[in-house]
């Protein structure tokens, strides 16, 4: 059995307290410590996001964000990280596991920050319970 840091690709869901829910497709790795880590060039609204609603749900779907029924669902608590030892070791890790994906993304969030505002790199740290 496989664990869901090997997917390709993961359903965040967070729950706010109101109720409402947001749920984005996200590349994975695992880091070394077991945690879950999802890498993006542009960090922009994540903090905002879990810090307001830090419980998350995550299983594997596809690219599209189809749910994969045959996969676990597990909850978790995330974190973002903007800096730091853990925020290089997940863009590395993604580097590796997505190779040219993820050197696409960082070069589109680029360009767009050549005709815009920078956006902050950030990774969200998910600690799975259970």
Known sequence: MSSIGDEDWILVTSY??????????????????????????????????????????????SRGGKPRLDGALLEGRA??????????????ATRVKYGLGAQVSGALDRAREFFGAATPEAVVLINIVG
Do not use: K
């Open 79 to 92: 974190a973002v990280v903007t800096a730091g030892p853990e925020l290089v070791a997940a863009r590395e």
């Open 16 to 61: 706010a307290p109101d109720g409402g829910q947001d749920a984005t497709v996200e590349r994975v790795v695992e880091l070394s410590d077991r945690r879950l880590a999802c890498w993006t060039p542009d960090g922009t609204g994540l903090a905002d996001r879990f810090a307001a609603a830090p419980v998350v749900s995550v299983r594997p779907c």
